[in-house]
């Protein structure tokens, strides 16, 4: 019995190489999650590398100024006069023209503007610092983090040590729209160019690949003609994105004379670089349903059309949101064809329409890197953050309504 087990043909000695082969195996499985893991490690590094330069862009630094009523009447209304009543007022023992003015360079550009909407009864009031002392408080006065001389940081420590200067949430980056000062700059009006560019995109893109997918699938002859179709539509997949933007530059702006620089025409454009991709997914997704559902639905007497849409369609519509989920994630990233069509012009107000002048986030982030000045590199980095929420909060969607429209069979 013991010989039998020995020589028995399942074991390693008995098949030439099975040691060897098995032993493959396993390295082939450590290197499967060697490359797990560096994967999600580079992520990790890409994730944590952005958050620490762009957690900055969603805090300000604010100064504490006392405020007098009489100086209300003294301004006569002039918010800009009482503005610089108050920093004047503020620290009466700096002397000079060129000191007071270096002291007034630490209040921010928009300060003005939070004095004009405060009540004028306030007795102190927080006015926003400027980018360079937002950059030297959050980097803890470190030598080089911003362009202050000696004398501003010495006076930004005084602050700092007087209990007059604070952190909080910046709002307004959320919701301003762009700007030539970092600190009145805000992705607000490129989150709502990018949101009111996808609506148009897929509204088009979704409902055009679908039907063509179905009538290539379900209805049309196989013949050369669809032939010569599938085979374009496969290479207009891997076309460069900057030509779609060249073909809406030609066909929606010079021949069909749309607005410039709006979400509509960027909306045309991605959706025409998104179709294949959604005709792709479609056609896998109804070749993918059971032929059984097909001849079921036949036998009991339905229409082709009734077949295709009360049971195919259906049941294929999960993989065809999967399509349309790859699609929109291209889409809202990227930037050469809507720099085409205009919309990489400098837009301050937020577009109140598909056809305002608007730009996205892709591009407000190209713009934003190269500035010059260090507050829009947080800027920047705060952006790609928000775009990358954007993006999660959107296939999240996608994928919620993907598994209600599941079905199993």
């Known amino acids: 019995m013991t010989d039998l087990i020995q020589i028995s043909p399942l074991s390693a000695k008995a098949v030439p190489g099975l040691t060897g082969r098995y032993r493959t195996e396993r390295n082939f499985q450590r290197l499967g999650r060697l490359a797990i893991a560096m994967s999600l490690g580079f992520l990790m590094f890409l994730i944590v590398s952005i958050s620490y330069q762009g957690v900055g862009a969603f805090f300000k630094t604010e100064i504490r100024f006392d405020v007098e009523p009489a100086w209300h009447d003294e301004a006569a209304g002039d918010s800009y006069a009482l503005l610089r009543h108050i920093v004047r007022e503020a620290e009466p023992e700096i002397s000079g023209r060129k000191a007071r003015r270096d002291f007034f360079r630490l209040i921010g550009a928009d300060a003005e503007d939070v004095l004009r909407a405060t009540i004028p009864d306030k007795k102190f009031i927080w006015l926003p610092a400027s980018d360079d002392m937002d950059m030297a408080v959050k980097a803890d006065f470190e030598e080089g983090a911003s362009r202050l001389t000696e004398q501003q940081l010495d006076w930004v420590r005084m602050l700092a040590e007087e209990d007059r200067t604070r952190t909080r949430f910046n709002m307004g980056f959320l919701t301003n729209g762009d700007s030539r000062d970092a600190e009145r700059a805000g992705v607000g009006g490129a989150?709502?160019?990018?949101?009111?560019?996808?609506?148009?995109?897929?509204?088009?893109?979704?409902?055009?690949?679908?039907?063509?997918?179905?009538?290539?699938?379900?209805?049309?002859?196989?013949?050369?003609?669809?032939?010569?179709?599938?085979?374009?539509?496969?290479?207009?997949?891997?076309?460069?994105?900057?030509?779609?933007?060249?073909?809406?530059?030609?066909?929606?702006?010079?021949?069909?004379?749309?607005?410039?620089?709006?979400?509509?025409?960027?909306?045309?454009?991605?959706?025409?670089?998104?179709?294949?991709?959604?005709?792709?997914?479609?056609?896998?997704?109804?070749?993918?349903?059971?032929?059984?559902?097909?001849?079921?639905?036949?036998?009991?007497?339905?229409?082709?059309?009734?077949?295709?849409?009360?049971?195919?369609?259906?049941?294929?519509?999960?993989?065809?949101?999967?399509?349309?989920?790859?699609?929109?994630?291209?889409?809202?990233?990227?930037?050469?064809?809507?720099?085409?069509?205009?919309m990489v012009a400098f837009i301050a107000d937020p577009p109140g329409s598909f056809t305002d002048p608007a730009t996205a986030m892709p591009v407000q982030i190209f713009l934003w890197s190269d500035s010059p000045e260090r507050a829009f590199a947080e800027k920047t980095a705060g952006a790609i953050i928000v775009l990358i929420l954007f993006l999660i909060l959107m296939n999240l969607g996608a994928v919620l309504l993907r598994r209600k429209f599941e079905k199993k069979w």
């Open 191 to 342: 989150l709502i160019g990018s949101l009111l560019t996808l609506v148009i995109c897929f509204l088009l893109s979704f409902f055009v690949g679908v039907m063509t997918a179905v009538y290539l699938e379900e209805f049309a002859a196989k013949n050369n003609w669809t032939a010569f179709l599938e085979v374009n539509i496969n290479n207009l997949a891997s076309v460069p994105s900057i030509i779609f933007g060249l073909l809406g530059l030609a066909l929606f702006l010079n021949i069909f004379g749309l607005p410039r620089s709006s979400s509509l025409v960027g909306g045309m454009v991605l959706a025409l670089m998104t179709l294949p991709t959604i005709i792709i997914a479609s056609r896998v997704s109804l070749q993918a349903i059971p032929p059984s559902i097909r001849e079921a639905a036949l036998a009991l007497g339905a229409t082709q059309i009734q077949m295709v849409f009360h049971h195919v369609v259906p049941l294929a519509l999960p993989g065809m949101l999967t399509g349309a989920i790859l699609g929109m994630a291209r889409a809202l990233g990227e930037t050469a064809p809507l720099m085409m069509i205009g």
